[in-house]
């Protein structure tokens, strides 16, 4: 996939493995879903047995009234089929869904701990096709499809059973069709497995040509290519479609294999009950019982043949979630040392993303316990690249980052976001009471702290709600702007009150009207905070108490903002520039 780097896929072996695992850790719902079923499918038998005794006992002239009993049996064992088969059908949905949802949950909280130059190489597409399409396949299945190859699975040994219970020849010659079904699936299945990982990947890569061109759809439009986006689209969807045409042409090649085999064992079912009657081995009504088993298990092996079609497509997906799982932990030594400080050191820091190119060049840098640095330059120069690394949100090719003394790589990750916070510009509100938006960083925090952090950073207009903090708040509730979205994320900054806070162009969004505000709001947030600045604007570096200038990766200048305009440097040059710019406006 052309500029991005999907997350890996497991392996089948992994996958069973995972998936045994899963039913091993849920065994008395799995060993009462097998009893529910051995149970349905021997009711299922009987009518058919029954059946056979009847055809004997007519053929020896027994009375009328032998119907009643026949009638009776098959009554009892129809309503005693019925109740199994729907409590075992439940048992495996309800088993399933218990699976699927641990599975859902693992996966976005490993996803939620991902490096973000990991995500962002992946494409927010493949993992979003992941836990949106690759779950409902899966949900599909566990709900339709795995009940049904259960119950099939089982009457099909059951059924065997009884063939072989009425005569063993009988049975054997039933047996026949075995062959033949192998065959079938030893030619479906080699062809169809890789069509249906592809089907998955074609459909992460639609979902990720479409994500984009949504996120990006104002700059489509203000550049005029949406026909450029429309054809990419356009292109995944039809790679998608034509892999989907091509494993329904495959699958119908299947199931007439499929018929095949039903008919050659039928046929040798009723050639040797011929012949075994005829020299009086068995009796014409077990004769019948056997072909009327073997008939019956058209539709349970149809099923399970052409289910094949439904289980490798869940298959695939599994694979593709337990590949979200199975992702490597950038390698740490926890120690159990925490940070006596916010002291920040990087040492040694280099970084590429794609293994060739570096972005950062062995920089080394110190922030003092309490200090506030902005970084500034160009485009490209490796500001933001830089506060991730410092935030742990990217792991450095090279080199080491303290926090406090100690390593970001001796810290466990949830002790990483205990000591350090990140603010960007993009900031996501989410759906629900406001309150518990803020909670986010303090689930414990009480109605005062809230209000408290909310007055920190100047956020009065929450007294404005028709709710207060208890309003509804994001999709489906009230929208916030950008700048009030900002203020939530500062206040739980204050809430979450870590050591190190990291702002990356955390007000660039506001606009030239609510810029003054939140930079007041960010100054107040990171009171008392060692604090690194990603400056979108540079009267963010005037009030720090360094600016640190890079380009290429490497730190050209640093200072304090009136000792670099004096130099005459780059940063002088950045200056004028912004400062020409206001005068413009």
């Given at each position: ?49 029954v059946?056979?005794?009847?055809v ?77 399409d ?63 990982a ?22 489509v ?69 056997a ?41 740490r ?16 820091i ?50 080491t ?28 509100v ?9 909670r ?84 107040a ?31 050209v ?9 004096r ?19």
């Open positions: 996939m052309t500029g991005t780097d999907l997350l890996p896929i497991a392996s089948g072996g992994r996958s069973g493995r995972f998936l045994l695992r899963e039913l091993a850790g849920h065994r008395a719902a799995t060993l009462g879903a097998v009893v529910l079923g051995i149970v349905a499918a021997a009711a299922t038998v009987v009518p058919v047995y059946f056979g005794v009847l004997d006992r007519v053929t020896e002239g027994a009375p009328a009234s032998t119907i009643v009993g026949v009638v009776a049996v098959i009554v009892v064992a129809a309503v005693v089929g019925g109740v199994f088969t729907g409590l075992g059908a439940y048992t495996v949905a309800l088993l399933g869904e218990r699976i699927l949802a641990s599975l859902r949950e693992r996966v976005v909280a490993r996803a939620l701990t991902l490096p973000v130059d990991r995500l962002d190489r992946a494409g927010r597409g493949d993992l979003l096709s992941r836990v949106g690759d779950v409902a396949v899966m949900a599909k299945s566990l709900s339709e499809v795995v009940p049904q190859i259960l119950a099939a699975v089982l009457l099909v040994v059951v059924s065997i059973a009884a063939m072989l219970g009425v005569d063993w020849r009988l049975g054997l010659a039933g047996m026949v069709a075995i062959p033949l079904y192998v065959m079938a699936l030893r030619w479906y299945l080699p062809r169809s497995a890789p069509l249906y592809s089907e998955r990947v074609a459909m992460g890569e639609r979902a990720q040509a479409l994500v984009s061109s949504m996120q990006g759809a104002r700059t439009r203000a550049y005029g290519v949406e026909s450029e986006h429309l054809s990419r689209i356009d292109a995944a969807s039809a790679g998608a479609r034509d892999i989907a045409v091509t494993v329904f042409r495959l699958f119908t090649r299947f199931g007439s294999r499929s018929n095949r085999a039903e008919c050659v064992g039928l046929s040798v079912v009723l050639l040797a009950g011929f012949l075994l009657v005829r020299d009086g081995s068995v009796t014409v009504g077990e004769t019948t019982a072909a009327l088993l073997f008939h019956r298990l058209f539709n349970p092996i149809g099923m399970l043949m052409y289910s094949f079609d439904d289980v490798q497509s869940a298959g695939a997906s599994l694979a593709r979630l337990v590949g979200v799982l199975d992702l490597p932990d950038a390698p030594t926890v120690t159990g040392r925490e940070p006596g400080s916010g002291r920040v050191e990087l040492v040694g280099r970084h590429s993303y794609d293994g060739v190119h570096e972005v950062i060049h062995g920089l080394d840098l110190t922030v003092a316990n309490g200090e506030t640095v902005a970084l500034v330059g160009s485009t490209g120069a490796g500001k933001s690249t830089l506060a991730a690394i410092v935030a742990g949100s990217t792991e450095p090719t090279a080199g980052v303290r926090i406090g003394g100690v390593p970001l790589t001796e810290l466990a990750a949830d002790r990483v976001r205990r000591h350090v916070a990140v603010v960007s510009q993009e900031v996501h989410f759906a629900g009471p406001l309150i518990d938006d803020l986010l960083a303090a689930p414990d925090a009480s109605d005062d702290e809230v209000q408290a952090a909310l007055d920190r950073v100047g956020a009065g207009w929450v007294a404005d709600l028709p709710d207060w903090v208890h309003t509804v708040v994001g999709e489906g509730g009230l929208a916030l702007t950008a700048a009030r979205a900002q203020h939530v994320a500062l206040a739980r900054l204050v809430l979450a009150d870590p050591a190190v806070a990291v702002l990356d162009e955390a007000t660039a969004e506001a606009g030239s009207a609510g810029a003054r505000d939140l930079e007041d709001a960010a100054r947030a990171t009171r008392g905070r060692t604090t690194i600045v990603v400056a979108h604007r540079l009267t963010q570096a005037a009030a720090a108490d360094r600016v640190v200038v890079l380009e290429h990766g490497r730190i200048e640093q200072g304090s903002h009136d000792d670099l305009v130099a005459g440097g780059r940063y002088h040059d950045l200056w004028s520039a912004w400062s020409r710019s206001l005068a413009d406006r």
